[in-house]
DNA sequence: CCATAATCGAACTACAAGTATGATATAAAT
DNA sequence: ATTTATATCATACTTGTAGTTCGATTATGG
């Protein structure tokens, strides 16, 4: 077989089972799917899955993988889309608590935070706590965009600023997403008023740093 | 054998299994402990075990808990103590990354987010989330303690604005801690340095809220 | 000494990740 | 058409660990 075909028909099976797993996860959590369950969804044996997969591990990353480019292509455009620092520091907040919504199980291997559990192996020391350099520059880029229009100070190195914004940005939508209940309840505010109003709070810390 | 006895008795078995539990726990992570391990590190069976604890989560659990009353009894001190609701707030701060240096094992666990990863059982949907009431309750304390000196608007809700001080600070402690050697690296300053800077600009964002 | 409760030890179940192997189907090369 | 290579399958296996069971053993108290 040419390699040009070898490689398609790697391509083919690795989409069908990571479409198989995405269902999975997403339905019943990444923790109560089994190897068994991917291989049974997606019509293969097991063995042909740890041939395109070397672990489960793997097949979560590749999704999560997959996530990271598109969030990074929609903050890219919320980032580099017309209107002032502030608009597009909302669109990113916007994208990020959508994104959220939509991929619950994911949100967290976005963040770099959480290494699949119960993996036989030691987690990858390498990959621990990385954050996509990609998302790094555009977070940046943003950052920059503030300088220029004056809107954000010139003291604080723009990486570091963008690292304290990303941190204070995913710290908020963690913990409005794990209470959301009590937001309600308690606060008697839809949670999207609350976090629309703690963006805005946390805006306030960043044009005075 | 007198109940009171019998009690005591409960409570000091207990107590040995958590010990060890503790030790293996930070010494090699809490996936990486087995419940034999633990077995023989307190010198039981792991039958014995089993009768003063259902499961693992419960050990695990148990030590956070135990945590948490050492850490709320420091951050009410910190609430308490006399001085600015500013100092209190560094104060607090303090204590939390002081916390999250000495035990970053249960920090995730205090925080109310990483149940066990691994355990057989479904995780409980009751304490999923759950913040601590007496945690709660403490940055309330502190929130309204600002709003008296009027340093904090009245506009918001206290625990409103509790709930928001406790994701910024929390974001903020957490992605330092996973990425504390870029920080030194990149930014060129000690996690210290970056964490009381990135404390204060938070500040702002509460006393303009 | 006897009864009761605590503890032990060791074997056992259940479950999921990952591996190994030999059978079978499919497609390319001769 | 026959051979050869490769992709896929089915199944059984290994390993690791949580949690269970139960009969044996060892305190402890009356």
Redesign the interface.
């Known amino acids: 077989m040419g390699e040009r075909k070898k490689q398609a028909l790697e391509r083919f099976n690795r989409d069908n089972i990571i479409t198989a797993a995405k269902e999975l996860f997403e339905t019943h959590g990444v ?2 799917t089994t190897m068994d369950d991917i291989a049974r969804q997606a019509d293969y044996s097991k063995s042909t899955i740890y041939v395109y997969f070397k672990s489960k591990e793997e097949i979560y990353n590749s999704i999560v993988h997959d996530y990271m480019d598109m969030l990074t292509g929609e903050l890219a455009i919320a980032i580099t889309q017309e209107g002032s620092f502030s608009e597009s520091y909302h669109r990113v907040c916007d994208c990020l608590v959508r994104f959220d919504e939509r991929h619950p199980a994911y949100y967290a291997g976005l963040l ?3 290494q699949m ?2 993996s036989r192996k ?1 987690q990858d020391e390498a990959t ?2 990385t ?1 996509a350099p990609e998302l790094e520059q555009l977070l940046v880029k943003l950052i920059e965009k503030g300088k220029k229009e004056k809107t954000l100070s010139t003291k ?2 723009s ?2 600023l963008a ?2 914004m ?7 939508i ?3 997403d ?2 959301k209940a009590e ?1 309600v309840t ?2 008697q ?1 839809t949670k999207d008023v ?1 976090l629309s ?2 963006f805005s ?6 044009i ?2």
Chains 1, 2 share one sequence.
């Open positions: 923790d109560h770099g935070e959480a559990t119960g030691k621990r706590g954050i604080v190195k990486n570091q690292f304290y990303w941190s204070g940005i995913s710290g908020i963690r913990l409005a794990r209470r937001i308690q606060y505010v609350y109003h703690a709070m946390f805006y306030e810390s960043l005075r740093g």
